[in-house]
């Protein structure tokens, strides 16, 4: 069997859970009282924080998935996934008061690397093992973004690389609180790229409600709006403000692993690319503003992973189109889209990607091991 | 040379212009009185009617390419266009005081038809040369949508009918106020639907500003993050809104030609698929709403055609992938885009379009010719 490797798959580590369920404003958890056999509520969008819905209805239901790592470890099993680059998931230390961002930050992410640790040599206590023998973890830190100096942000990049299982940082579309274009995001660039540290970009505040119709139109359809559209276009508007600002221009070498498949850059990037072409703001187009310098084209193929989180052909065509089938790397988005009937059975968001991997690359076998792992060993060089 | 059909190109009709001119809202047209040599300027974007940008730089420049229809010929011949299916641009009669909706919407008709009737015969008054051999014009309509009653609508797609250069209409996204998911809107599906008249659904609203980071980020970069990702979003939420509230299942025979190859529609399928699967909201979830009955997926390969107005492979291979090469159709979006050196060239945004195409096709010279005209001479009735 060839070696599988998760790049996209959360964890809200014990600690994390804990400080949660102190706070009483998004992000949030609610342990239903009045029935004790339920299951903990996540109210992580504040789409779901709506005072109409009782406390114990609201958000969405959450069980050890989230923070038992046996019970991760019991998912990659069944799906049959050998290694998994853990991630905290959304919204990561977004909203931590400013003077505790660096001991959440380093508090986490050493959390992580001994769960990461802990697995590892349990699976394989000689260190014997080839990766496709056992289930091995790996992680992505967590950034302290609130603190009040982005040279703490630095520091605990540098940190990151002294902890042996971390294999890169998720952030997310915010940035120090002014979005990705952010001019005092610069040390914060440098310091990645100088440490060859690979970025996860990854969504969670979406679009506005009124992109959607309003409140009453998005509550009519769950969360369906938010996040089949919200999400892949906050990743693709901060990763368009980053080229637009000339990130990639100052900072050729950054390496960005976009979630979902890109959200939807891969699809427009040849309409980003014509409406720069077009902007009369820019000096290129007689104005007084520096567009970027770079082209869209050249980022996809030189800055930009994907994953392969997508759920269908036609996203990886485009996926593959965009950046090359060398740049992709398979991914669940585990505990979250769990099966709504039997969590026992497969689950169909992982099943999916599955089959349109196969389907995508038919008859190239060798391709389909480097997107299932092959890849990700080699990027996120896993050993 | 193969026929070749360009499917996405606007006019505002003298009449239309003439309207403008005499409204101080959006949309409004300004004629510069300091430089009588001055274009005029268009304010059609909410964004763009800042009161801090005088009137004269407010807006965008628009020439005659706009409401000339001499000149859209010689574009087409430039282009090796034969076929222009000419459609009112956004954002058509949206913004009519309902009264006068009927009104405007069968003068603009009847304009669009006598122009059509008018350049087909004067390029080939005997009526006996074949398409590829001269440059002539069809129409999309557009439709009172402000109209105090939807039965005036339905009589102007009933109407539509009788005249015998028309082959479509054209929408924005907002149906009769409301969306299109409204269910005030199922007569005039079902006119659609039983008149076999094909919808072409065009942006124009985009998304809320604070999607891309606030008015100060958006005008940093010009009209860039609102046109390319933006307008794309619009038109994806529109059609998912429509397949969420059941449209589709409703009305299974509904043709709609999604503007700039779906907005992200052939990308995003497969996340919408698996969020309508997963959420706990219909019926299907465990909830107690109805979602959507038939696929996306079939959805695309029934219902919908796109246009290949996408500027890039990776866009026309999720196309392809989503909905088939026998669906898409080749466009301009002329005269939005116009080169802003010299526009006696070549249009980049023409030419990165066929070469797109050919670059997507390589070796399959008949689907190069379906997608740039054949299809859409088939789909659209021409001859």
């Known amino acids: 069997m060839p070696l599988i490797v998760d790049v996209h798959t959360h964890v809200y580590p014990p600690a994390y859970m804990r400080m949660l369920r102190g706070r009483k404003t998004v992000p949030y958890v609610h342990d239903p009282s009045d029935n004790p056999n339920a299951d903990p509520r996540l109210i992580i969008l504040s789409s779901d924080d709506d005072p109409s819905i009782p406390l114990s209805h609201r958000g969405r239901p959450v069980d050890s998935s989230y923070w038992d790592i046996s019970v991760k470890l ?18 990561w230390l977004d909203f931590i008061e400013p003077a505790e961002a660096q001991m959440w930050a380093e508090r986490i992410n050493d959390d ?104 009453e139109a998005t509550g009519r359809y769950g969360h369906v709006l938010p996040l089949a559209l919200g999400f892949p276009l906050e990743t693709t508007i901060a990763v368009t403000r980053m080229l637009l600002s000339g990130v990639f221009d100052r900072f050729p070498k950054l390496k960005i692993l976009l979630a979902h498949s890109g959200g939807t850059l891969p699809f427009l990037a040849g309409r980003i690319e014509s409406c720069i072409l077009h902007e009369r703001k820019f000096i290129s187009g007689g104005g007084d503003v520096q567009g970027p310098q770079r082209s869209i084209w050249d980022v996809l193929k030189t800055n930009i992973y994907l994953d392969a989180v997508v759920y269908g052909k036609p996203g990886l065509e485009a996926a593959i189109a965009a950046s090359g089938s060398d740049r992709l790397m398979f991914g669940t988005d585990h505990p979250f889209f769990p099966p709504l009937d039997d969590k026992e059975s497969d689950w169909p968001s992982v099943t999916t990607n599955y089959k349109a991997i196969h389907a995508t690359f038919e008859g190239k076998s060798d391709t389909v091991k480097d997107v299932l792992g092959g890849n990700a060993a080699q990027i996120l060089n896993l050993k």
Chains 1, 2 share one sequence.
Not at 74 to 91: K, T
Not at 139 to 147: D, T, V
Request: charged share 25%; net charge negative.
């Open 74 to 91: 019991s998912f990659m099993r069944q799906h049959g996934i050998n290694v998994s680059v853990i991630s905290l998931a959304n919204p």
């Open 112 to 215: 992580l690397e001994a769960t990461c640790a802990k697995v590892n040599k349990e699976a394989d206590p000689e260190g014997l093992l080839k990766l496709e023998d056992k289930e091995s973890l790996f992680a992505m830190g967590a950034l302290p973004l609130s603190a009040p100096e982005a040279s703490v942000v630095v520091g605990e990049i540098k940190r990151l690389k002294t902890l042996p299982h971390l294999r890169g940082v998720i952030m997310g579309t915010t940035g120090l609180g002014k979005g990705l274009d952010d001019r005092a995001l610069d040390p914060v660039w440098e310091a990645l790229q100088e440490s060859d540290t690979l970025m996860f970009l990854h969504p969670h505040y979406g679009l506005p409600d009124e992109a959607f119709g309003g409140t």
